[in-house]
């Protein structure tokens, strides 16, 4: 028996908040576990973090038509339901606290059936359609921005914000400094496109390179899709470069441990306007330069930030 499970990943938004949370329970003698997907981000950095992983089967909920939807709708997610329904009865937890996300639905939705009661947590300025649907079915919900409780039942919502996970909190400029061989006079760029990285950045910033090193030095989170080739290809533009200009740039698939001392460093921040992100900038007082984007459900990462540049955390680029 544990006392929660944490339902949710996917992407880096939705896992973060849940290991802030497993932190948090982790400080106070609770108990967890952890039900995700096969792939997602949190397959990868779960298992790590000393906390029980179960992956179950999901389906995607797209807003187009794909003959993967048919398969999702009927396979995938009623799987995942049985899966989800399965590892609760074995875990027996006395709560479930969702994340959000297409990852999250099914446990939601098991966790009725089984009378666990479940709570669920909206990172976005605008709920995602899993989290709208888990809404009907959560104890409580748990919103980050307060214009996002119009789209749920106004007597089981509260205003909480976003999960920051501890470590965050304690990063060291230092660290960074002996970790990325910084020049301490010179400053620091830190830009990501999330977990799976942007393309739009990546390109952008490829292009700039020359001119953008010759101010600053950079750390550049870029993914590693192959389908795009950024990664390779911003390694040739690498390879280009002076070698005085090349120290000051590192290139990264992905940031996982260093984060925090990257973010002790940055003087700004470029990146993708998604919740985790924002709020991360916005809690620890990083400036930031926000690329939303196109296309994102509701448009909520324009949503985003547009609230942190209101609080005049931000400066937004459509």
């Not at 490829?206 to 001119?211: K, R």
């Not at 470069?241 to 441990?257: N, Q, S």
């Not at 260093?258 to 998604?274: D, M, N, P, S």
Request: with cysteine; net charge positive; proline share 8%.
């Amino acid at each position: 028996m544990v006392d929660v499970v944490i339902a949710g990943g996917g992407t880096g938004g939705h896992t973060s908040p849940g290991l802030a949370v497993a932190a948090l329970l982790r400080q106070r003698h609770l108990t967890c576990a952890w039900i995700g997907s096969h792939h997602g981000v949190e397959a990868r950095i779960v298992p790590g973090r000393d906390v029980p992983y179960t992956a179950i089967p999901t389906g995607k909920l797209r807003r187009y038509w794909s003959w993967r939807n048919v398969a999702d709708l009927l396979v995938n997610t009623p799987t995942g339901v049985l899966a989800a329904a399965h590892a609760l009865r074995r875990l027996r937890p006395r709560v479930v606290f969702a994340t959000g996300g297409y990852v999250a639905l099914p446990v939601v939705l098991a966790a009725a059936v089984r009378r666990v009661p479940s709570v669920i947590h909206e990172q976005t300025a605008v709920p995602g359609l899993a989290n709208r649907l888990a809404g009907r079915l959560a104890s409580r919900i748990a919103v980050t921005f307060p214009d996002a409780d119009g789209r749920f039942p106004r007597a089981r919502v509260i205003v909480t914000g976003n999960p920051i996970r501890p470590e965050l909190r304690s990063g060291s400029r230092a660290d960074a400094i002996s970790m990325f061989k910084l020049d301490p006079a010179t400053p620091l760029v830190y830009v990501t496109g999330g977990a799976q990285g942007a393309q739009r950045i990546n390109r952008a910033v490829g292009e700039s390179l020359p001119a953008l090193l010759a101010q600053t030095q950079v750390i550049h989170q870029c993914g590693d899709n192959p389908t795009t080739g950024d990664r390779a290809w911003l390694e040739g533009l690498r390879a280009t470069l002076p070698p005085a200009l090349a120290a000051r740039y590192t290139l990264k698939p992905w940031v996982g441990e260093e984060l925090a001392a990257i973010y002790a460093a940055a003087t700004l921040v470029i990146g993708r306007a998604g919740a985790g992100t924002v709020n991360e900038c916005c809690h620890l007082g990083v400036p930031a330069l926000y690329i939303p984007l196109p296309g994102a459900s509701g448009d909520e990462q324009m949503a985003n930030a547009r609230v942190a540049e209101r609080a005049g955390g931000c400066a937004v680029l459509p």
